[in-house]
C-alpha cells in the first residue's frame, strides 16, 4: 500500500491592510520625476495657474498629484458633476487625476480653468498624454491648454524602481537582499504598481511557506505574474 504524501502546512497570512502612503516622505525622486517632484514642492510658485502633469500608467502620477493636492489643500474635482464642483470651488487651488482617461468634458473644463484664473488659484492636471493629443475641439480650450505648463514623468528608471521596490518592503517590515531587489528590477514591467503587485505577492507567498524572500521565490513570483495567473493557490 502506498504511503500518502502529506505536505507541510502553510500559514494563510493576515490582510494587514497595507495601504498605498502618498505622503511627500513616502516618494522615491530619481530623474525620471524629479522635474514633477521640484514643481509640486515649489507651488505656489508655479510658472502658470494651470499645470499638466503627462506621463505613462503605473509612473507615479497620483502620488504627485495626492501630496500637492494636500500641500495646497486642492479639491478634487468629481468631472461627471463639474458643474457642481466648480460652483462650490471658491478660490480653492483644483485636481483632476487622469483627466485624459475618458472624454473630455471641453466646456467644463473650459469654465474650471477661467474659474482658476480669475480666482488668482492653481489647477493641477494629471494625465497620459500631452493636451495636444487630447483631441480637444473647442478652440477656446485648446488655446488655454497651450497656455498650460506641461511636466514629463518617464518610466520608472532602474534607481527609481529599487527604491521604491526597497521602500514597500520595509513598510511591510520585510528585509531582502539588496540582489532580490535588483533582480525584480531586471525582470518586472517598469511601473510602480507592478512593483506593488509583485512586492505583495511575495510577502504573502513567503508567509504562507514561512520562509524568507529568495531570488528563487522572487523568479517563481515573477514567472507566475507573467503567464497571467491572478492568485497562487492557497
Sequence with gaps: MTAQRTDPPRQLPLDLGHGTGYSRD???VSGT???AAALVDRWPDWPAPVVVLAGPAGS???????????????????TRRMGDSIANLGARSALIDDVDSGAVDEQGLFHLINTVR?????????ARRFPSAWGVKLPDLASRLKAAATVEIHEPDDLLLAGVITKLFADRQVEVEPHVV???????????????????RLDRTALERKMPITRALAAETVSAMD???GEFEI
Excluded: C, F, P
Design 26 to 28: 513616502e516618494l522615491v
Design 60 to 78: 507615479g502620477k497620483t502620488h504627485l498629484a495626492s501630496i500637492w493636492r494636500a500641500r495646497a489643500n486642492a479639491v478634487a474635482i468629481d
Design 118 to 126: 480669475g480666482a488668482g488659484s492653481t489647477l493641477l492636471l494629471t
Design 33 to 35: 520625476n524629479n522635474q
Design 227 to 229: 503567464e497571467g495567473q
Design 182 to 200: 535588483q533582480y525584480l528590477v531586471r525582470r518586472i514591467e517598469r511601473s510602480l504598481a507592478t512593483a506593488m503587485r509583485v512586492v505583495e
